[in-house]
């Protein structure tokens, strides 16, 4: 255990709970389906991503390098860095909105992307004792998110019969089509593809033994699996929760990531355990680790494409830098106009997805290159 539940962070990362929260408020249970499917390809995905580094010992940034040449890697290094940037502002803003919820808006934006910058060191800071150490603080992070969303979707009581519907019968309505858009975005997210292939190489693997490679895949894939489920049950709980509440009514397409807990507070009500709180509370675990992995991420893609040689807190905080700078200044310009910042989240969701195919026609072009994967190559019809 270990890797994959790294990996598994970018799918509920603040990014995530904007689409669901939106996706549940506009388009109710239709979406659900969506949501399923784009988790299930985003599993088989990064399978193909874990094979690829559990094969050749190199991860997809460093393959892309050497496999393309000349401006095609410069151009896919370029597409990757947007991708990345547009999921960390979502995810150092998401931790910033959490920060101030739960300060009852003592600390602003600013001050909470501030915050949120330096502790992600504090994180890193971790990995010098061992990555097995860095996973149990994920672990952590991932039971708190799994706590809280099931509480509000317990207390929230959505319907089981409109969600096996919204399962399992595929609905688009040209209403919810950035919605859509959003969902696939904000599951299949590019970067975590740079990810997963360089987090499987923590483990020792004797490459020479091809049993041993063929049991590191299967385990990974059993991993990987699970991680998953629970990240698509936690998604599933968010989206409905918003669907049950607020979906046909007034405030639907004014809900985002800092009025949700209100909004929820307002139709619940508070009791022992206020919602607005525990919303804040899931909230701050899912930006804290995303912007974790997001920051392991920046430093595999730029140290890969660009053949860096540098100590890893110095590649740390050149790409942190990159993603700081840019959610310091939505920070600052959107503090105080929630609309826009929920517009804005809306359409980095499809930033992402217009980013997927940088990284996944590269991805699937090495995974069934003989000559690299050797008998692990894909065959014909996991290509299609």
Not at 259 to 274: E, I, T
Request: with cysteine; proline share 3%; aromatic share 10%.
């Amino acid at each position: 255990m270990g890797p994959g539940f790294l990996m598994s962070i970018a799918f509920l990362d603040p990014g995530n709970l904007e689409g669901d929260l939106q996706a549940g408020a506009v388009a109710g249970y239709s979406l659900l389906w969506l949501l399923l499917w784009a988790t299930a390809m985003g599993l088989m995905i990064q399978l193909l991503s874990a094979r690829l580094g559990v094969v050749t010992g190199r991860h997809l940034a460093e393959l892309c390098r050497e496999e393309y040449e000349g401006w095609s890697h410069v151009a896919l290094w370029i597409m990757a860095e947007l991708a990345l940037i547009g999921a960390d502002i979502q995810e150092v803003i998401g931790s910033a909105i959490a920060i101030k919820i739960l300060s009852n808006g003592a600390l602003p934006l600013w001050a909470g992307v501030i915050i949120t910058a330096s502790d992600c060191f504090i994180f890193l800071f971790l990995e010098n004792y061992g990555v097995r150490k860095l996973e149990a603080v994920f672990v952590v992070l991932i039971s708190t998110m799994s706590v809280t969303f099931t509480w509000m979707f317990c207390k929230t009581k959505p319907s089981g019969k409109e969600l096996l519907l919204g399962i399992l019968v595929p609905k688009l309505s040209s209403k919810t089509i950035r919605q859509a858009v959003g969902v696939v975005g904000c599951v299949i997210t590019p970067h975590n593809m740079f990810l997963h292939s360089a987090l499987v190489q923590s483990r020792r693997i004797d490459t020479n033994k091809k049993n041993r490679v063929q049991e590191a895949i299967n385990y990974y894939s059993i991993e990987s699996t699970i991680a998953l489920v629970i990240m698509f049950t936690i998604n599933l709980f968010v989206t409905t929760v918003f669907a049950k509440g607020f979906n046909g009514s007034e405030q639907a397409h004014t809900i985002g990531l800092e009025n949700a807990g209100q909004f929820l507070q307002n139709k619940y009500g508070g009791g022992l355990f206020p919602i607005l709180y525990i919303w804040g509370v899931g909230l701050l675990a899912a930006g804290q680790s995303s912007t974790i992995t997001g920051t392991y991420a920046g430093q595999f893609i730029m140290g890969g494409f660009l053949n860096l040689q540098l100590k890893k807190w110095v590649r740390a905080l050149i790409s942190r830098s990159i993603a700081i700078l840019p959610a310091a200044i939505v920070a600052l310009f959107f503090d105080t106009s929630e609309a826009a910042l929920d517009i804005l989240n809306e359409w980095l969701n499809v930033l992402q997805s217009l980013q997927i195919p940088f990284c996944l026609i590269p991805l699937l072009t090495l995974v069934s290159k003989e000559e690299l994967m050797g008998e692990f190559k894909i065959g014909r019809a996991t290509q299609l």
